[in-house]
């Protein structure tokens, strides 16, 4: 199952200790688009007060169809809650909350929604460039040995292919190119790729990594090469520094000082230390003189 923007935002609130504490997690007794209810509220010795979750993120943790349907993971602002009907009002989430459906109350006065989705993309980046998709953007051509990389690509480059026999869609036998260069230029420009020359008709596969796509939407994958422990230690790193650096913030006795010191010497450590991320190695090059690369070996494209 993918890990979400949505997952990591509830494990941020969760390991800061901003999930209301009594009744910051529950199953829906019904609902709307546009409310949750919870008449199990009614069986409390103490129960919610009018209000009290005006200004909390109501978060669908899951959707008791078990089918991570709509609207699983997604968030909305409760701008008002009745005690007498246990009765919550949120912005629109789309679909019905529905008896059974699991929500998610977490305050937002020390860490709002746009500071942790700040956060985690700026986690998210200060872990380095991260796998990303093959690009088979470009085909070899006669006569040509020079290719424009691609501006996305040309950063990471970390391995050249050549595809092989051609004739089955799902056997390509991919030749790895040892005796390319990649030549840097300016930013914003595509930068050359040199091979040796190839008959035409070759697909180049191009094996890079590169920046993780900005994280904004409750569904945005995070990549599934970051465990989700250290996309959520690095974000909390992150929300902890900003947190930290504001001016009520300064006390040397602050608990989140306190943490802020534990996650970057500890936790996030840790959770690197055992779920260290894979990233593709860069090819060793090499040239074999007098003859070019393993064009012979290469059959014409059926």
């Known amino acids: 199952m993918a890990f979400t923007l949505s997952n990591l935002v509830q494990s941020v609130f969760s390991d800061l200790g901003q999930i209301e504490g009594t009744f910051g997690l529950f199953d829906a007794t019904g ?22 979750f005006k200004n909390y993120l109501a978060i669908v943790v899951r959707d008791a ?9 997604k968030w909305s602002v409760c701008s008002g809650y009745v005690d007498t009907t246990w009765t919550g009002t949120i912005a629109t989430v789309t679909d019905a909350i529905a008896s059974g459906d699991t929500i998610m109350l977490a305050k937002q006065d ?23 998709n093959a690009n088979i953007s470009l085909t070899t051509a006669d006569n040509q040995t020079e290719y424009a990389i691609p501006v996305a690509v040309k950063r990471g480059l970390k391995q050249v292919w050549i595809q092989g026999v051609t004739d089955d869609a ?12 990649n030549e840097l230029t300016t930013g914003g420009t595509a930068s050359i790729l040199y091979l040796p020359q190839y008959p035409s008709g070759y697909v180049i596969r191009l094996i890079y990594t590169g920046a993780h796509p900005i994280l904004s939407a409750y569904s945005d994958v995070i990549n599934e090469y970051v465990h989700p422990t250290v996309a959520t230690n690095s974000t909390i790193l992150k929300l902890l520094e900003w947190y930290n650096r504001l001016d009520a913030n300064q006390s040397p006795d602050s608990y989140f000082l ?32 007098g003859q070019s690369s393993a064009t012979d070996s290469v ?4």
């Open 31 to 52: 609902g709307s688009a546009t409310t949750f209810v919870n008449s199990n509220f009614n069986n409390f010795d103490t129960q919610p007060e009018t209000d009290v």
């Open 65 to 73: 169809a078990g089918a991570s349907a709509s609207p699983e993971g």
């Open 258 to 289: 306190w943490l802020e010191n534990e996650y970057r010497n500890k936790y996030l450590p840790l959770a690197l230390a055992k779920n260290p991320i894979a990233r593709p190695k860069r090819s060793p090059q090499y040239a074999v003189f």
């Open 170 to 181: 799902n056997d390509n036998e991919w030749i790895q190119v040892h005796d390319s260069r």
């Open 110 to 132: 020390k860490f709002p929604l746009s500071q942790i989705i700040w956060a985690a993309n700026k986690a998210l980046e200060s872990l380095g460039d991260l796998p990303a």
């Open 299 to 302: 059959p014409d494209p059926v």
